[in-house]
């Protein structure tokens, strides 16, 4: 951390210098890259009762220090049902899309949630629900059932 303090003490100029190393270093930060979207979700039923999910995130990523690393399907009360590790930062590559298979979904379930999460934030993002029988999404409001 910059000492002000310490620059005010030998004038305006270093202070005006202290000011600016601040603002870079806010700038920089790896919470400057916001939280991780889901923008796109496909779905195809498998076999009876497993979906095949194609999810589009966004996020800024900002290398190996904040980075969307996992997406996961949700029932609508909010238990994680499988869980797609994103195991390196897609700096060049956004927004960007990947699958997970054979996601076993409760028997009577009709929807699922689809989240993101990233390595700073955790998650927060825009999270999608789709219609297990139609395919459509829409956006979650915080419903549970």
């Known amino acids: 951390m910059v000492d002000q303090d310490r620059f005010r003490r030998r004038g305006p100029r270093h202070e005006k210098f202290a000011s600016l190393l601040i603002a870079v270093g806010i700038v920089a930060s790896p919470a400057w890259g916001g ?4 923008t796109k979700v496909q779905m ?12 589009t995130l966004r996020h800024a990523d900002a290398g190996w220090d ?4 996992r997406w996961e399907v949700l029932s609508m009360d909010g238990k994680v049902l499988a869980t797609r590790t994103l195991l ?10 990947r699958s997970l298979g054979s ?5 009577g379930a009709t929807r699922v949630r689809i989240r993101s999460h990233d390595s ?6 825009a999270e999608l629900v789709v219609d297990l029988k139609t395919g459509k999404t829409k956006p979650w409001t915080g419903e549970t059932s």
């Open 66 to 69: 904040h980075y969307a690393n």
């Open 88 to 97: 390196y930062p897609h700096v060049n590559e956004q927004p960007f899309t």
């Open 103 to 107: 996601v076993a979904v409760p028997v």
């Open 120 to 125: 700073v934030h955790e998650y927060g993002g």
């Open 44 to 55: 195809r039923a498998e076999r009876a009762g497993t979906y095949n999910f194609a999810v």
């Open 35 to 38: 939280e991780s979207d889901v």
